[in-house]
């Protein structure tokens, strides 16, 4: 075959890229070709911080590119009309792709083999590059995914990943028209502000951060990643979901490092594959329940804006919220917070909490995303629907002195130790305009369970 092309979506990295691959064994020319997709901004997906963030990604691939030899070809409009005139422009005979597991990506592809075999091409979905195993690779008996995580660990543990790949040392691309590298403000499909502490994007600042990860902070994990204030997690989900780092490479390498700390990584990467495992299988949970509780959510305008603004009186819910304005991203176990004081504490509908999360996370993804707010909502996976994680105690636990508060909560620096998680109990003139709780204190779970009939 002449030619073949590589149609990056979620994989926007040179290094174990499988589509990469998988074209340059197909022809001897490729093409590497990104659509800006004009129908995903329709959707309201393409974000500004996930935008300045593909802009970034796209930039640093198409720089890896050239260094090949080679060149990132970008056009924009529809997808599939878009890949299927390159091909033709091209010659290439086949279009390899990484498989997706959204409504909206399983869709694409249904009309992206439907216009390629209609002009005689062929398309190649290729597994395991988004994710470390792939949706539907195992299986519970008698069922199509696995809804309870632990049974699927363990599967997943045992299953064989595919051997990492290197880069392409080089490139030869056919002649074909490109735009320019688009900027993040050609890419977003709205107005919005972006928060002011973005990281850099692209898969070259991704290894900076795997390899500053690896060497001084992957030891500890295991003891130290619910600590609020520590910020000892890794934050290359923005990296895993632009698909500038691998996850089989980062599993891989995980797992050569041993102990504790690489297994409790390791285990984070499984919940990963869980959550697109299962919308792969069950595609409308991206907006519907998973497992329909008939909730009747509550419906308070002026809380659901306190809660996005970080005013809602409990401060290590606020500190979570601003943290996310201003960052695009948020420490994992404040998002366990902050979702569950919408969802349980306000009981207002999780959809407007994963919206807002959509409107502003950098890694924002939409199994990861939906399923684990659906999770702590009560409608997801979650074997024990009615937990509820106290704001108070769980800010006790993971922010005990309230380092974390203060960093977030400027109004509240002046408060020492653990006195700043309450501040409804401190003179007005220490508060600093700090605002009332939206609920009562000692009412975190008041409506949760008077509206599924607990109390």
Known sequence: MDAAIALFTADLRLSDNPVLRGAVRAGRRVV???????????????????????????????????????????????????????????????????????????????????????????????????????????????????????????????????????????????????????????????PGTLS????????????????????GGMA????????????????????????????????????AGRGEGAEAFVRQLAWRDFHHQLLAARPDASWHDYRPRHDRWYEDAGELAAWRAGRTGYPVVDAAMRQLAHEGWMHNRARLLAAGFLAKTLYLDWRAGARHFLDLLVDGDVANNQLNWQWVAGTGSDTRPNRVLNPLTQARRYDPEGEYVRRWVPELRGVAG????????????????????????GDTAGRFRRGRGLV
């Open 32 to 190: 590497p070709l990104f659509v800006v997709d004009e129908g995903l901004a329709a959707t309201g997906f393409a974000v500004p911080n996930r935008a300045a963030f593909l802009a970034d990604c796209l930039a640093d691939l198409d720089a890896g590119l050239r260094e090949r030899g080679g060149r990132l070809v970008v056009r924009r409009g529809d997808v599939v009309e878009e890949t299927c005139r390159v091909a033709a422009e091209t010659g290439a005979g086949e279009v390899h792709l990484a498989g997706g597991v959204s409504g909206f990506a399983l869709r694409r592809e249904e009309r992206l083999r439907a216009a390629l075999e209609a002009d005689g091409r062929g398309l190649r979905v290729h597994d395991a590059v988004i994710t470390a195993v792939a949706p539907g690779a195992v299986l519970p008996a008698g069922r199509d995914h696995f809804a309870v995580f632990t049974p699927y660990f363990r599967r997943w543990s045992a299953e064989a990943l595919r051997p990492v790949a290197d880069a392409p040392r080089a490139l030869r691309v056919p002649a074909a028209h490109s735009e320019p590298l688009p900027s993040a403000a050609a890419l977003t499909g709205r």
């Open 196 to 215: 002011p502490a973005l990281p850099e994007g692209g898969e070259r600042a991704g290894r900076r951060r795997l390899d500053a990860w690896r060497r």
């Open 220 to 255: 500890g994990y295991a003891d130290r990643h619910d600590d609020l204030a520590g910020d000892a997690t890794s934050r290359l989900s923005p990296y895993l979901h632009f698909g500038c780092l691998s996850p089989v490479e980062l599993v891989t390498r995980a797992r």
């Open 418 to 441: 653990r006195a700043v998680h309450e501040p409804w109990r401190l003179p007005d003139r220490d508060r600093r305009g700090y605002p009332e709780p939206v609920v009562e204190p």
